[in-house]
């Protein structure tokens, strides 16, 4: 069960940015910097492209940022292109015990 | 490179146990500095991690899959191991393993290398 949640499709068109909510509770998101974000394209692993809120792993492209604000964190995709449409998980540390973690996910496509 | 590789039976039957090994690659899972993951993904679903185990056998477990999971670790192979009891087809999904940062003692959910998942059916 999702603890997170995201909404199902966000769409744009080339060269476009789109901004991908996460949202949660100061259980998780709102309670520490530990936020991180996955990129699945069909087939394939999840790809982190975010951790710890803002940062990006080594090869990960400057036009994917994150931020937070609150409960809620974002991924934002600035300059859309074509190999951007996957699908999109937040994760986020929680006091939880569950190790429910992950958001609902989110369909990127590109017009 | 690290890498993770999953292996282990495509299809299960009904109130059998499920098994899977992931052999890591590029790096050794002695390293204190990582944790050991199980993460599932039922068709066309989210993520569910389903349990973590660290170097030294410590183990930790989702709650709900508690009773029927169990994980391991043989370094010397430098691979983990999955194995969950009595699946039914609420089991079927594809199963990724991955690596996590044991940082200052917090587990946090940040997967920086993955296998590439392998789909375990569970039909007789």
């Given at each position: 069960?999702?603890?997170?949640?995201?909404?199902?499709?966000?769409?744009?068109?080339?060269?476009?940015?789109?901004?991908?909510?996460?949202?949660?509770?100061?259980?998780?998101?709102?309670g520490f910097n530990y936020v991180s974000w996955y990129q699945q394209h069909p087939g394939r692993a999840?790809?982190?492209?975010?951790?710890?809120?803002?940062?990006?792993?080594s090869g990960v492209s400057h036009r994917f940022s994150g931020s937070k604000s609150g409960n809620a964190a974002s991924l934002t995709i600035s300059g859309l292109q074509a190999e951007d449409e996957a699908d999109y998980f937040c994760s986020s540390y929680t006091t939880s015990s569950t190790l429910d973690v992950f958001g609902t996910g989110t369909k990127v496509t590109v017009l | 490179q690290?890498?993770?590789?999953?292996?282990?039976?495509?299809?299960?039957?009904?109130?059998?146990?499920?098994?899977?090994?992931?052999?890591?690659?590029?790096?050794?899972?002695?390293?204190?500095?990582?944790?050991?993951?199980?993460?599932?993904?039922?068709?066309?679903?989210?993520?569910?991690w389903i349990g973590y185990i660290y170097y030294s056998g410590s183990t930790y477990y989702k709650p709900s899959l508690k009773s029927r999971l169990a994980m391991s670790v043989d370094t010397s192979k430098n691979q983990f191991s999955l194995k969950l009891?009595?699946?039914?087809?609420?089991?079927?999904?594809?199963?990724?393993?991955?690596?996590?940062?044991?940082?200052?003692?917090?587990?946090?959910?940040?997967?920086?290398?993955?296998?590439?998942?392998?789909?375990?059916?569970?039909?007789?």
């Amino acid at each position: 069960q999702s603890a997170l949640t995201q909404p199902a499709s966000v769409s744009g068109s080339p060269g476009q940015s789109i901004t991908i909510s996460c949202t949660g509770t100061s259980s998780d998101v709102g309670g520490f910097n530990y936020v991180s974000w996955y990129q699945q394209h069909p087939g394939r692993a999840p790809k982190l492209m975010i951790y710890d809120v803002s940062h990006r792993p080594s090869g990960v492209s400057h036009r994917f940022s994150g931020s937070k604000s609150g409960n809620a964190a974002s991924l934002t995709i600035s300059g859309l292109q074509a190999e951007d449409e996957a699908d999109y998980f937040c994760s986020s540390y929680t006091t939880s015990s569950t190790l429910d973690v992950f958001g609902t996910g989110t369909k990127v496509t590109v017009l | 490179q690290v890498q993770l590789q999953e292996s282990g039976p495509g299809l299960v039957k009904p109130s059998q146990t499920l098994s899977l090994t992931c052999t890591v690659s590029g790096g050794s899972i002695s390293s204190g500095d990582y944790y050991w993951s199980w993460i599932r993904q039922h068709p066309g679903k989210g993520l569910e991690w389903i349990g973590y185990i660290y170097y030294s056998g410590s183990t930790y477990y989702k709650p709900s899959l508690k009773s029927r999971l169990a994980m391991s670790v043989d370094t010397s192979k430098n691979q983990f191991s999955l194995k969950l009891s009595s699946v039914t087809a609420t089991d079927t999904a594809v199963y990724y393993c991955a690596r996590g940062p044991a940082t200052f003692g917090v587990v946090k959910p940040e997967f920086d290398y993955w296998g590439q998942g392998t789909l375990v059916t569970v039909s007789s």
